[in-house]
């Protein structure tokens, strides 16, 4: 018996799944939330403009009351601007506002950075409940132009 836990492998810039050996592995749950959360595809809104009529989404992104996912998949094809920056920060707090709701975690921030010309740079900082630290996960990604 085996478990898994999801990571970000920043070599292949994609998240992958860690296999125990037979125990389970901890201290990896938060993380296979977040990366959960930012990288299945929320259902676009109405007022969301894509390039088909696909609004995509899953089964997990079901209605009001449960929606996991993200909806960054809707910038990968806008160019690489301040403006495409901030709505990635946006959808990010969007995704991960179900652990603050559901008492996971205290706060979630997130920033960007972009490295010119075709980087995408993002940090998410976490408070767990009762705690004065915080965490951070990093990710990129490589905007094609």
Do not use: C, H
Request: negative net charge; charged residues 30%; hydrophobic residues 40%.
């Amino acid at each position: 018996m085996s478990d898994i836990s999801s990571f970000w492998d920043i070599e292949r810039l994609v998240a992958e799944w860690r296999e125990g050996r037979g125990d389970l592995i901890s201290g990896d749950d938060l993380q296979t939330a977040i990366i959960i959360s930012l990288f299945t595809d929320r259902v676009a809104r109405a007022d969301d403009s894509t390039d088909s009529d696909d609004r995509r989404g899953w089964w997990g992104d079901s209605g009001e009351e449960m929606s996991i996912g993200s909806r960054l998949w809707l910038l990968r094809r806008q160019k690489l601007t301040t403006a495409v920056a901030q709505k990635a920060e946006d959808y990010a707090r969007e995704a991960l506002q179900w652990l603050i709701s559901d008492g996971v975690v205290s706060s979630v921030e997130a920033a960007t950075q972009i490295v010119y010309p075709r980087r995408l740079n993002m940090v998410l900082r976490y408070r767990k409940p009762e705690s004065d630290d915080s965490a951070k996960m990093q990710f990129f990604w490589v905007w094609e132009q």
